[in-house]
């Protein structure tokens, strides 16, 4: 096709039109700066998700203009900061200094903000990875025109990728997904269809890309397949693509112009795709094509041939010697050069002119592909090329030798086989699970409240069934509700020497989609009323109040002007300055009631406490506060968990700092009530600041159970009368006086009954022995500080249980009143299941070092199809990310060995060399390299 048959960059044929917009040519178009902050603009808010943050990275970036220095510039944003990310890729695009400006496709964890909260940061040390991930929301379909790698697209290629963008997006619309938003990368096209999927998705959109790809590849465009990861980025649409030199105009070559992206569709409101449309198009991977378009990416042309014609797949395979140049050897023999080899540790690397998988990706820079050979005979492959991620060494030789990985898996059965028919075989016993933690124990609703709160526990279970969420969820966040309502007006009194303020610290641990907010605003609804109407009735005093005090500020003012002007009659002028300045200082200032806070900064804490008569409730429906406590807005990130900590234990506070109110509290009271997600939770709880401040041990932890994919949607909404109650029980706590039933200088003491303090006394004797090394509680550091505090939070829950009793009675004296021995036995009925939740979070956040780096090693294990490993390869494998020296590998080598993933080889296979000893090799279970042998 020739030039003249180019309009607008694209053949005549297609037109925008076509794609439901208009839109030039990205190379042509002038686009001043307002559009262009505009388009990013749109596209943000579009990608982004409210509760979440964003990554925009920019990889080889310029450190300057007129710099040769490339570092990858990397920055998180809010939803509500999208202006802030607009103005910092504006200006970065705007200066030339980036090739790509990208963002992440789906939500990140907020805790990310501690690495560059709303700006944008050069020479970043990390970068969002998939545990950093909340859940997919995108599935992005790529279509990336054939080329040779490092340029830009030529017209001719665009068009073809646009082309193939209409087919699939027709074929889709014809299986009734809905509209996707459609954008111009720069040099190919993407499909963007909201999804709503876990991070783990069992391989869900790595097959729906395999199916499309087998479908649609062909020698022009190809479907990227690597693309399904969680962590995915995107071009951010209104930039320029910069890959490559821009070609333009020059004599014998095709212009390659830097196009800027663009959003070509994007649907009025945007659908999800449902999970059955995506599983029945990747059941299409198992199904034959009827009219393919072209030949699977990166298939060698004679396993396609074989394949259309109906031959048998290949039954013998080359016996491979694993040294470098017994590699070298078998690369040779089917064609592919090795260019150079160099030696890195333990190591030789074999850099290739090519990718043996994907034939026309060729190397670049002359060390982006290679086949690394380790010292223990493990073999592994590395394609820095985008169409190369993710590819082994096992692809490696299926491609060269199609069908080795059916073959490989099924010499596995059949040792299995073997073994299980008593044959002389190595015999392996069936490995247990990394995580061994028991499930969960359910809320025992009924127990947990006395019968006289039957009302305030049907308000739980109403709650749970309308929202569609565990009752431990509701539960959870009302008991560290109504403990922050009357703090400070009473305390329990457990011994003469001891005695539990009321503040609970409760943390829920709940995925996305799960109703999160609608829950706390549900729970939280009383305190809001209560401080809006409190505000409204205090309005005229406090208007009063303000004016009195501005008159004074003003009348000070002038005295002082007059007092450094004249002398004369200068004592009486003093006199009433210094009765001014007495009055304005010991007038306590009228302020509406403040009791719930969101987010606050440990300084702003503090103050807020002291204003509202030392108290205060911190609760979300996101992990904002535990980002605060752990120094998101703090000098160099540093944390400062002194107020959080001391309104838990009610220490005394005093804070005097240059450029800050002083701040004196003599027993501050604080709750937190929080709902996180899991993966917000992993960075405190491997802090080793927060472990040995002991912030997490002071949170009463629940691992509800999800509903999703079971849930009613005509669920009943919460009777009025159990509300009203709720209600009225949440403002007969809040009207307490505070300092106690008469305003005293402190709260008031509730004591035990007899019944009361013997259960207490009994828990205290069960729990003890439990702490030890040899106890339940006791396995670990984290959990023992747990422990320690376990009594102290019942005794607490048993007082917040004791003011709900005197709330749904209206009873005013209540605090003269001991704790019965009925309520105590309610408080104790959650110690098994805060227990059995306790241990259940380590295991759901990822937290024990060991398991996560075991993990680790077995995904790298299966990618490199290796039998037998050594501890330098593990350290290897994980160095920096999650080893700093060969020694730090032994846990996790240790927790595979006793599970039976692994097992010392014999003596006699030992490899011997010259030198220092070589590291011990472990013979790796055949069940660990199945399709079916994951560990959980």
């Not at 006289?452 to 969820?473: H, T």
């Not at 943390?507 to 996305?512: E, P, Y």
């Not at 605060?628 to 700092?657: I, T």
């Not at 014999?906 to 010259?914: F, I, L, S, V, W």
């Amino acid at each position: 096709m020739s030039g003249a048959a180019i309009q607008n960059g694209l053949p005549r044929q297609v037109t925008h039109s076509d794609l439901g917009c208009g839109g030039g040519d990205g190379r042509l178009e002038q686009t001043g700066g307002a559009v262009t902050r505009d388009r990013i603009a749109r596209f943000l808010m579009l990608i982004a998700q409210p509760g979440s943050v964003l990554e925009v990275r920019v990889p080889n970036c310029l450190q300057r203009r007129g710099s040769d220095f490339r570092s990858t510039a990397s920055g998180y944003f809010t939803h509500d900061q999208v202006q802030a990310a607009t103005e910092a890729i504006a200006r970065l695009d705007e200066e030339g200094r980036a090739p790509g400006i990208y963002v992440t496709l789906n939500p990140g964890s907020v805790s990310l903000l501690g690495r560059a909260a709303n700006r944008l940061e050069m020479q970043a040390r990390a970068t969002t990875t998939d545990g950093d991930i909340l859940g997919r929301r995108w599935l992005m379909i790529d279509l990336d025109p054939v080329r040779p790698s490092g340029v830009s697209s030529s017209d001719l290629e665009l068009a073809a990728a646009q082309e193939r963008c209409l087919a699939i997006r027709a074929f889709l619309t014809a299986r009734d997904w809905p509209e996707p938003i459609v954008v111009m990368s720069g040099n190919g096209y993407h499909l963007l269809y909201r999804v709503d999927l876990p991070v783990e998705d069992g391989g869900q959109v790595s097959r729906v890309l395999r199916a499309l790809a087998g479908r649609f590849d062909d020698d022009r465009v190809h479907v990227d397949q690597s693309v399904h990861k969680p962590s995915q980025l995107t071009k951010v649409a209104g930039t320029r693509a910069r890959k490559g030199d821009e070609i333009v105009g020059l004599p014998g070559a095709e212009d390659r112009p830097h196009r800027r992206a663009r959003i070509e569709h994007a649907p009025a409101a945007v659908e999800v795709v449902r999970a059955e449309q995506l599983d029945a198009l990747a059941e299409d991977i198992r199904l034959p094509v009827a009219v393919p378009i072209g030949p699977a990416r990166g298939a060698p042309a004679a396993r396609r041939g074989a394949a259309r014609a109906g031959l048998p797949r290949q039954v013998s395979f080359a016996k491979l010697d694993h040294t470098p140049d017994g590699v070298t050897d078998y690369l040779a023999s089917h064609g592919i050069v090795v260019t150079r080899q160099v030696r890195k540790g333990d190591a030789t690397w074999l850099h290739l002119d090519r990718c043996p998988v994907v034939p026309d990706c060729r190397a670049t820079s002359g060390s982006d592909i290679a086949v690394v050979v380790n010292d223990s005979g493990v073999i592994g492959y590395k394609n820095l090329h985008s169409r190369g991620e993710g590819l082994t060494w096992r692809d490696v030789r299926s491609a060269l030798e199609p069908g080795y990985a059916e073959h490989a898996n099924e010499r596995l059965q059949i040792g299995a086989d073997s073994a299980a028919s008593g044959l002389e075989v190595d015999r392996w016993q069936e490995p247990l699970p990394l995580t061994s933690v028991e499930p969960a124990p359910p809320f025992p609703l009924d127990a947990a409240f006395p019968p006289s709160l039957a009302q305030v526990r049907d308000y739980i279970a109403a709650v749970s069934e309308s929202l569609q969420v565990a009752p431990d969820a509701a539960a959870m966040m009302l008991i560290a509700t109504a403990s922050a309502c009357f703090a400070r007006h009473a305390e329990v009194r457990l011994r003469p020497d001891w005695r539990e303020p009321s503040p609970l610290w409760a943390m829920v641990l709940m995925q996305s989609a799960e109703r999160k907010s609608a829950l706390i605003q549900q729970i939280l609804g009383p305190v809001l009323s209560w401080e809006r109407s409190e505000a409204e009735r205090l309005g005229p005093e406090l208007a009063i109040a303000a004016e009195q005090r501005a008159r004074d500020e003003k009348r000070q003012a002038h005295l002082r002007e007059q007092l450094s002007r004249q002398a004369k009659e200068a004592h009486e002028l003093d006199a009433e300055a210094k009765d001014l300045a007495v009055k304005l200082a010991t007038r306590v200032p009228l302020l509406p009631p403040r009791l719930l806070s969101t987010e606050p900064t440990p300084e702003a804490l503090a103050v807020l406490m002291e204003a509202n008569k030392q108290r205060a409730l911190v609760a979300s429906a996101e992990a904002d506060p535990l980002d605060v406590m752990m120094g998101r807005y703090s000098d160099r990130g540093k944390a400062n968990m002194g107020p959080y900590l001391g309104g838990h234990a009610g220490d005394v506070c005093r804070s005097d700092r240059r450029g800050r109110p002083s701040v004196h509290m003599d027993r501050p009271a604080l709750a937190v009530a929080l709902i996180v997600q899991p993966e917000a939770v992993r960075a405190v709880v491997t802090s080793r600041q927060a472990q040995g401040r002991g912030l997490l041990a002071r949170f009463l932890k629940s691992v509800p159970a999800s509903r999703i994919g079971h849930r009613r949607s005509d669920s009943p909404p919460v009777p009025e009368d159990l509300m009203r109650h709720y209600g009225t029980c949440i403002r007969f706590l809040l009207e307490l006086p505070v300092g106690g039933p008469e305003e005293q200088d402190g709260p008031a003491l509730v004591d035990l009954s007899v019944a009361a303090a013997a259960a207490f006394l009994a828990l205290r004797e069960e729990i003890e022995p439990r702490l030890g090394p040899d106890g339940d509680l006791g396995t670990s550091a984290a959990l023992r500080a747990w422990g320690g505090k376990l009594c102290g939070a019942i005794a607490r829950i048993a007082l917040t249980l004791h003011a709900l009793e005197a709330a749904s009675k209206s009873e005013p004296g209540w605090v003269r009143s001991p704790i019965t021995g009925e309520t105590m036995k309610a408080a104790l009925a959650w110690v098994p299941f805060l227990i059995g939740h306790e241990r259940a979070v380590f295991s759901v956040v990822d937290a024990d070092p060991a398991v996560r780096q075991a993990k680790k090693l077995v995904e790298w294990i299966r990618a490199t199809d290796c039998r037998m490993i050594t501890r330098r390869d593990a350290f290897i494998s994980l160095r920096g990310s999650e080893f700093k020296r060969a020694a730090d590998a032994e846990p996790a080598l240790r927790l595979l060995e006793e599970c039976g993933w692994i097992r010392t080889a014999a003596q006699e296979d030992r490899p011997r060399r010259r030198g220092r000893p070589a590291s011990p090799p472990f013979d790796v279970n055949p069940a660990l390299l199945t399709a079916d042998g994951a560990p959980t």
